[in-house]
């Protein structure tokens, strides 16, 4: 089945830095690599998602990467800012009946300020 | 819109004890559901899914069974709870048929076994 790591387990940036979270998948047939951010206490939310026919998506200072041919996926989130610490999941998904999504094992992200 | 019911939101069992947790989804029909489990911590775990009634994948082998009796509802049961079924459970949907619809996680019940 598919199998997804994510690097690094923890990641501390100094104020209005760069981050970058990055993901392996197995799965070739994956097609479907969304980023989830989890704050403390709460569920994980959707921040932005890629589709495997595109190589890059952006949303304001998050954007996302794709390399299918190495089969990983990374997070850049620029000019960081303190409401950024959160634990982040990278995900793929497996073309069964339901789309099924296998997570990494999340990078807790602390900026500092 | 969409909105998805989890509850309770916290619960402390003794082991031993039985569990049911419940999730529902308003505003879509047939949704896939999903059980995820997150201990202390960790990453997110499948434990099982959903693509119809009574139409249920478990992930790992455990002490916990799933349950679809009507369209938009998923219930987590067990029989008798361990001290390892500690974590964060969350229920999660995503939309049938379609490939490149992301999961939408309900609030989450932090139960603790003791």
């Known amino acids: 089945g598919e199998n997804v790591e994510q690097h690094p387990s923890t990641l501390s940036v100094q104020e209005g830095d760069s981050a970058v979270i990055k993901c392996t998948y197995s799965?070739?047939?994956?097609?479907?690599f969304p980023w989830y951010k989890q704050e403390l206490g709460k569920r994980p939310q959707l921040i932005i998602d890629?589709?495997?026919?595109?190589g890059e998506k952006k949303d304001q200072r998050i954007a996302v990467t794709l390399n299918k041919t190495a089969k990983h996926f990374s997070l850049h989130i620029t000019e960081t800012q303190p409401e950024d610490s959160a634990v982040y999941f990278c995900a793929a998904s497996i073309l069964e009946y339901g789309n099924k999504l296998v997570f990494g094992a999340g990078t807790i992200l602390r900026v500092k300020s | 819109s969409q909105t998805i019911h989890q509850w309770p939101a916290t619960l402390v069992q003794p082991v031993g004890s039985p569990l049911s947790l419940e999730c529902t989804v308003e505003?879509?029909?047939?949704?896939?559901l999903y059980w995820y489990r997150q201990a202390a911590g960790r990453g997110l775990q499948l434990l099982f899914y959903?693509?119809?009634?009574?139409?249920i994948s478990s992930e790992v082998p455990q002490n916990l069974s799933a349950s679809r009796p009507q369209d938009r509802q998923f219930i987590l049961s067990s029989k008798k709870l361990l001290l390892s079924d500690s974590g964060f459970y969350l229920c999660?949907?995503?939309?049938?048929?379609?490939?490149?619809?992301?999961?939408?996680f309900g609030n989450g019940t932090r139960l603790t076994v003791t």
């Open positions: 505003g879509t029909s047939n949704p896939n």
């Open positions: 890629i589709r495997s026919n595109v």
């Open positions: 999660a949907w995503n939309a049938w048929g379609s490939l490149f619809s992301p999961l939408h």
């Open positions: 959903s693509v119809g009634i009574g139409q």
């Open positions: 799965d070739s047939a994956s097609n479907y």
